[in-house]
Nanobody, 121 residues
Framework: QVQLVESGGGLVQAGGSLRLSCAAS????????MAWFRQAPGKEREFVAI????????NYADSVKGRFTISRDNAKNTVYLQMNSLKPEDTAVYYC??????????????WGQGTQVTVSS
């Protein structure tokens, strides 16, 4: 069992930066791939970034590639999403998830409650 708690969301101007954190409970954190998804009002939940269990492999949605960086610290049971050069279209609730490698939400059995990111123009 893994419980996930996101933090770090907020209101930022376009071009600014935010760092999201996702703290996990449970001794098996390091065995899971971790991902970030986001969901804007009226839209489906979409994949943002993923990192494998060791942190050596990552993948990003094309819309965030070069602007966002996912990382993890297995000693702290935490995964991060550094978001730079934010755009208004990045506005969404951001969720972290633990599970198997993949860009579909169905690959993940554990989800956080979400943190709101709002980017003003």
């Amino acid at each position: 069992q893994v419980q996930l708690v996101e933090s770090g969301g907020g209101l930022v101007q376009a071009g600014g930066s935010l760092r999201l954190s996702c703290a996990a409970s449970g001794r098996t954190f390091s065995s899971y791939a971790m991902a970030w998804f986001r969901q804007a009002p009226g839209k489906e939940r979409e994949f943002v970034a993923i990192i494998n269990y060791s942190g050596r492999s990552t993948n990003y949605a094309d819309s965030v590639k070069g602007r966002f960086t996912i990382s993890r610290d297995n000693a702290k049971n935490t995964v991060y999403l550094q978001m730079n050069s934010l755009k208004p279209e990045d506005t969404a609730v951001y969720y972290c998830a633990a599970g198997n490698w993949g860009s579909s939400p169905i690959a993940y059995g554990y989800w956080g409650q979400g943190t709101q990111v709002t980017v003003s123009s």
